[in-house]
């Protein structure tokens, strides 16, 4: 049986000691809270549009893995979170409901990848191409200052959270 080996990481106290690290936590949790419920309200809202189509959730487990595309189910298990068994009944249904196809992996031919279908993919596409539209919109009254130092802080945060990779303990 393989032994865990646990990092030791500073805690900082619940009690605000030191705040001014606390500050720093709140202001990056509040802006992960404002920017996830915006996208979710436009995400649902677009899935309004499909509800007939394909149940909430799954629209939603699309939208997640449209990036990820071509991918084998390991991957889809990996970016959404879903069980090995979950990844399995949802790519059943996405392929039944032709959103998804598999097909064999030519480098290897015991991997099965999975893709859009075009049509699903041209709807994705024009999905994403509204959501960048929608946020945009909140940075347009933003100096071309402002937006370097955006993008510059956005960087930042996503080196650091693919360096720290999905199998970190809490």
């Known amino acids: 049986m393989k032994k865990r080996v646990s990092k030791t990481v500073e805690q900082v106290p619940?009690?605000?000691?030191?705040?001014?690290l606390l500050d720093r936590v709140e202001v990056f949790k509040k802006m992960c809270r404002m920017?996830?419920?915006k996208r979710k309200r436009f995400i649902e809202n677009d899935w309004q549009h499909?509800?007939?189509l394909i149940p909430r959730q799954q629209f939603l487990h699309l939208m997640m893995v449209r990036h990820s595309?071509?991918?084998?189910?390991?991957k889809i298990m990996q970016v959404t979170g879903?069980?090995?068994a979950g990844a399995s009944i949802f790519v059943d249904k996405m392929v039944k409901n032709g959103a998804l196809v598999r097909h064999e992996d030519e480098n290897d031919r015991r991997n099965i990848l999975i893709s859009f279908t075009p049509r699903a993919e041209q709807i994705t596409n024009r999905i994403e191409d509204r959501l960048n539209r929608y946020i945009f919109q909140?940075?347009?009254?933003c100096s071309a200052e402002e937006l370097i130092m955006l993008e510059a802080a956005s960087r930042l945060v996503c080196r650091v959270l693919d360096a720290r990779g999905e199998e970190e303990e809490f």
């Open 14 to 20: 619940l009690s605000g000691k030191p705040e001014h």
């Open 138 to 141: 909140y940075f347009a009254d």
């Open 69 to 74: 595309l071509p991918c084998n189910l390991a």
């Open 50 to 52: 499909y509800a007939k």
């Open 35 to 37: 920017l996830e419920i």
């Open 82 to 84: 879903m069980t090995s």
